[in-house]
């Protein structure tokens, strides 16, 4: 059975027809003459080539075949409704699986633990939370959102500057006692750093204490490199030597001192991206706003 034979307008006539009993009944509910009706049977009936309908006085009775077709017609017809009644309720209310993008100690840190508020305040809404310091493609749809640290690169996103993230510099009791606590940039020279070592940091500046104060303008050299921003926040309060975090990563200082807390430090720029087919999605509006509540939050907390 092709398309062409069973489009459907000729479904939906024989749908009220089955329901209705009889042409007359079933043109007043479509709004249709009993000949309009009547011709679009036949020829359902002739492109099928099988009666759907016994005819006669009292009205019509649906053949084995009509029966066939009406139950499957009716399956169709009521998921349809119920399709429609669902996205109807989803332009009145967030509903669905949302998937979401960041760093993956931005979302391990700060993101993943204050999931709990926003769950509970969206009951229809699931996520998916996918950590990767690479971005991942929001136009291919690999993710619905993503929370960025650098402006996005793909001109067809949408974009809203959501937050600042500040660097600190920390040092622990145990490596200070060794090394006395750097009184200007220019003494990180005389010190071990711990500084990020990959291709493709999360965030840009990432090894900027190797360059402040630098007088010769090449970079210091870190005793220690690692590629994630949680492991050398370990190695700092293990000892190793000086390193510089976001501050969203210390939210407990015990164990740790700052270095040099007045001298100039870069910031990062956050950045809610997502498709701009996703500009009225309730989701991915309730989502954006319970992130800027949260940071404004976290700022008032920090000033």
Known sequence: MTGQKMDWDKLRVFHAVAEAGSFTHAGDTLNLSQSAVSRQISALEEALSVPLFHRHARGLILTEQGEALNRTVREVFAKLAMTEALLAESKEKPAGRLKVTTTHSFGVTWLAPRLKTFLAAQPDVTVSLLLDDTDLDLAMREADVAIRMHPPRQPDLVQRHIGEIRWQVWAAPEYLKAHPAPEKAEDLDNHKLILFGDRKP?????????????????????????????????????????????????????????????????????????????????????????????ISERSQERA
């Not at 090449?218 to 490199?225: D, N, Q």
């Not at 407990?252 to 807390?261: C, R």
Request: one cysteine or more; a positive charge.
């Open 202 to 294: 999360p965030v840009a500046d990432v090894n900027w204490l190797a360059e402040v104060g630098r007088r010769d303008g090449t970079p210091r050299r870190g005793l220690l490199e690692v590629n994630s921003l949680q492991a050398m926040l370990a190695c700092v309060r293990a000892g190793i030597g000086i390193g510089a975090v976001p501050d969203y990563l210390v939210t407990d200082t015990t164990g740790l001192v700052a270095v040099l807390p007045t001298i100039p430090k870069p910031h990062i720029d956050m950045y809610f991206v997502y498709p701009e087919e996703l500009r009225n999605s309730k989701r991915v509006s309730v989502f954006r706003d319970f992130l800027v509540k949260s």
